[in-house]
C-alpha cells in the first residue's frame, strides 16, 4: 500500500534554480528514502535519513525529515539539466524492511 | 550499471504466450524484490524473497509466479497475461537484518501485453 506522497506532482524550473519537494507519509517509520529515475529506467538510491535525524546532506542534496509531522522535504540546490527526473519517497514500517514508495514529483530543469 | 542487472529489457508477448523475467544481483544482498510500475501509478511491491525464502505476496495474480533459486537470482514467470499488464517491472535487492539499508534497483524490463 503507498505510504508516501510527494508534493508537487510536477515541478518545472531554470537550471541553476532550486528545486523543493515535499513527502508526508501516514505511520512510524526507522528511516525515510529518497530516490531518482529517469525516463523509463530503474530507480537510484540518493539519500537515506534515520528517524532520529532531522537534516542531512549530500553534495547538491538537502534532506530533512519532521517525525511530528510525519512529513521530508528533498532539496536540490544550483538544478542542472541532468536533475531532469521523477523523485520518489520511501518509507519502510517499524517493523518491516519492505520500502512502499510514493506517486513521486517530476521535476523538469530547463536550459 | 548499479549491480542489478534484468533482461530482458523489452518484451512484447501475447496473452497466451509464456515467458519469464530475470534478475540477478551481485552485491552480496540477503533480500531481493519485485515491483510494477504502471503509468501515473506508485511503484506496486510484487514479491518479497528474503533468503531465498519468499515473505511477502501482495494479491498478486496468479498468472506471475516468482522463482528464487539462490539469493543472487530472481525470476517472474509470466502466463496468459492481460493487456492492463503492461508496465515496467522492476527488480531490485538490498541488504535486510542490519535495520537500516537502501534498495539497489535494477533498469527495468518493459512489458507490452498485446
Known amino acids: 500500500s503507498q505510504q508516501g506522497e510527494e508534493d508537487p506532482q510536477a515541478l518545472s524550473i531554470q537550471e541553476g534554480e532550486n528545486a523543493t519537494m515535499n513527502c508526508s507519509y501516514k505511520?512510524?517509520?526507522?528511516?525515510l528514502q529518497w530516490y531518482r529515475q529517469n525516463s523509463g529506467r530503474g530507480l537510484v538510491h540518493l539519500i537515506l535519513?534515520?528517524?532520529?535525524?532531522r537534516e542531512k546532506h549530500s553534495g547538491r542534496l538537502r534532506v530533512t525529515l519532521d517525525t511530528s509531522k510525519k512529513s521530508s522535504s528533498l532539496l536540490i540546490t544550483a538544478s542542472r539539466a541532468a536533475d531532469t527526473a521523477s523523485y520518489f519517497c520511501?518509507?519502510?514500517?517499524?517493523?518491516?524492511?519492505?520500502?512502499?514508495f510514493g506517486a513521486g514529483t517530476t521535476v523538469t530543469v530547463r536550459a | 550499471e548499479t549491480g542489478v542487472t534484468q533482461t530482458p529489457r523489452h518484451l512484447v508477448m501475447g496473452m497466451t504466450n509464456k515467458k519469464s523475467l530475470k534478475c540477478e544481483q551481485h552485491l552480496g544482498h540477503n533480500a531481493m524484490y519485485w515491483y510494477k510500475q504502471s503509468a501515473k501509478k506508485p511503484l506496486e511491491l510484487m514479491f518479497v524473497?528474503?533468503?531465498?525464502?519468499?515473505?511477502e505476496n501482495n494479491s498478486v495474480p496468479s498468472r506471475f509466479s516468482p522463482e528464487c533459486p539462490n539469493s543472487s537470482h530472481l525470476f517472474l514467470h509470466l502466463h496468459t497475461l492481460q493487456p492492463e499488464d503492461s508496465a515496467l517491472y522492476l527488480c531490485?535487492?538490498?541488504?535486510?537484518?542490519?535495520?537500516?539499508?537502501?534498495?539497489?534497483f535494477g533498469s527495468g524490463t518493459r512489458l507490452t501485453v498485446v
Open positions: 505511520t512510524s517509520i526507522n528511516n
Open positions: 520511501a518509507t519502510p514500517s517499524i517493523n518491516d524492511y519492505k520500502l512502499s
Open positions: 524473497y528474503s533468503l531465498e525464502e519468499r515473505v
Open positions: 535519513i534515520r528517524s532520529n535525524e
Open positions: 531490485a535487492s538490498s541488504q535486510e537484518g542490519t535495520g537500516v539499508s537502501g534498495y539497489t
